[in-house]
Each structure stands twice: as C-alpha cells, then as structure tokens.
C-alpha cells in the first residue's frame, strides 16, 4: 500500500487543520490505518489509530477530546481531524498502514506498520 499525506500547515493555537492520507496500491485488502507524529529531537509516537471497519480507534492521552481519527474506504483515504490545536503539536505528521485479516485490529505501534507516508508538516504558533 502507498501513502500519500496531504493537509499540513501553519496555524495559530485554537485553530484547527485536516489531514488527509490517500492510499493507492493493494487497497482490495483491508488495513488498518494510523498517524503517527514527530517532533525535532524526539521519537516517532502514536497519535491515533483506527481500524479497517472504522469501528474501533485509539487516541493518545495528548490529543483525546480535540482529535478524531475517520476513514472512507470507498475513497480509499483516512483522515486526522485536529481541532484546538496546541504549539506542543507541532510535528511532522506521518500516515501509515498495515495489511490486516483482522477487520477490527488497531495497531498503536510503529513496529506494527511497514506501509509509510512521506510526512506532512504541521506548525502551531502561540
């Protein structure tokens, strides 16, 4: 599967963007979708992650209540809603995928992927 993040940007703090992941390839499997960020000096960490289905999510602890993680299958895209947006969340936002028999899995750790998007970068100003 190929990933394809879109909808990066700068923003002041309380504003809100949309990012988009488009997958092409072997999009007639199911798999599971999560976003991931990266901030300067610091480890890739798991934002939120949802399953084929899109019946089950997770969100870390840092952006519950003002992210939400949804998919369109039909368009073969996954989206990261962010809303109140914080300097702290500034990163480059990555999207992956995993190939999955599990309709209703999600997957929280990097280990777990072995599809990548390029990156979007994400700026929140204070």
């Known amino acids: 599967v190929q990933l394809q993040a879109s909808g990066g940007g700068l923003v002041q703090a309380g504003g809100s963007l949309k990012l988009s992941c488009a997958a092409s390839?072997?999009?007639?499997?199911?798999?599971?979708l999560g976003w991931f960020r990266q901030a300067p000096g610091k480890e890739r960490e798991i934002v939120s992650a949802i399953s084929w289905t899109g019946d089950n999510t997770y969100y870390a602890d840092s952006v519950k209540g003002r992210f939400t993680i949804f998919r369109d299958n039909a368009k073969n895209t996954g989206y990261l809603q962010m809303n109140n947006l914080k300097p702290e969340d500034t990163a480059v936002y990555y999207c992956?995928?995993?190939?999955?028999?599990?309709?209703?899995?999600?997957?929280?750790?990097?280990?777990?992927?072995?599809?990548w998007g390029q990156g979007t970068q994400v700026t929140v100003s204070s």
């Open positions: 390839g072997r999009t007639n499997y199911m798999y599971a």
């Open positions: 992956a995928a995993q190939l999955t028999t599990v309709s209703a899995a999600v997957y929280i750790s990097t280990r777990q992927y072995t599809n």
